[in-house]
């Protein structure tokens, strides 16, 4: 076994990254990286529940089907699994799926609002302003269904009193999506706190949602 080695790395190392960064604390939050179909089966590298991600190694990381077995790998995979296997699902040009729980955009988590369109990288990277989905128990078919549906063609989603998912063409991509939503939810935060908020103007939105969507199907 371990054909797969090389794409649990690059989840391992970012996973190692993830705590390093502050985006997560102890064992929350978990990622994950689809990999090639083998023999007509989706398959994904993903991270374990309930170990800590200073300990973890290559072996640790579970290769697990879109019918959430286990495929390699003696740990438990990630509670939140088969809403890593929903997004893949439902967006086939998503091929990394990480979930936090930064500071910034779980406070906005908890206000109970959306972030909405306010910076340009936001557009071009993010695809739009960052939808709260709807509350849902943790690994239940109801957050998958939530998540989707506020996730839609967009790299980002919150949460509500949880945290943030990002999504990518890859987990580099996946990671600095992390990295933007955390920035945005910030600057949003202060904003508030100033008194104002101002949207982007329609037009920017129009131009930079094009980019965003032209990167997004690039070949790799």
Not at 84 to 107: C, D, E, L
Request: net charge negative; with cysteine; proline share 4%.
């Amino acid at each position: 076994m371990g054909q797969w080695r090389e794409e649990k790395k690059i989840v391992l190392e970012a996973a190692q990254q993830m705590l390093q960064k502050g985006l997560v604390v102890g064992t929350a939050g978990n990622i994950s990286l689809r990999l090639p179909a083998e023999g007509g089966r989706e398959l994904l590298a993903i991270t374990p529940s309930a170990k800590p991600y200073d300990s973890l190694v290559v072996d640790d990381i579970q290769i697990v089907d879109f019918d959430g077995q286990t495929i390699e790998g003696n740990l438990r995979p990630s509670m939140e699994t088969m809403l890593h296997v929903g997004i893949y699902q439902a967006r086939k040009n998503v091929n990394a799926v990480i979930h936090t729980h930064p500071v910034f955009a779980s406070a906005v988590s908890v206000t109970g609002r959306d972030i909405p369109p306010i910076l340009d990288d936001q557009i071009a990277f993010l695809g739009g302003g960052i939808k709260l989905a709807r509350h849902a128990l943790s690994g239940s078919r109801e957050q998958v269904v939530n998540v989707v549906a506020a996730l839609g063609d967009r790299s980002a989603v919150l949460l509500p009193n949880h945290g943030a998912i990002s999504t990518g063409r890859s987990v580099r991509d996946a990671f600095t999506a992390c990295e933007l939503t955390e920035k945005t939810a910030r600057i949003y935060l202060l904003a508030l706190s100033a008194g104002t908020v101002n949207h982007l103007p329609a037009e920017a939105i129009e131009v930079e949602k094009a980019l965003y969507d032209r990167l997004q199907n690039e070949s790799e």
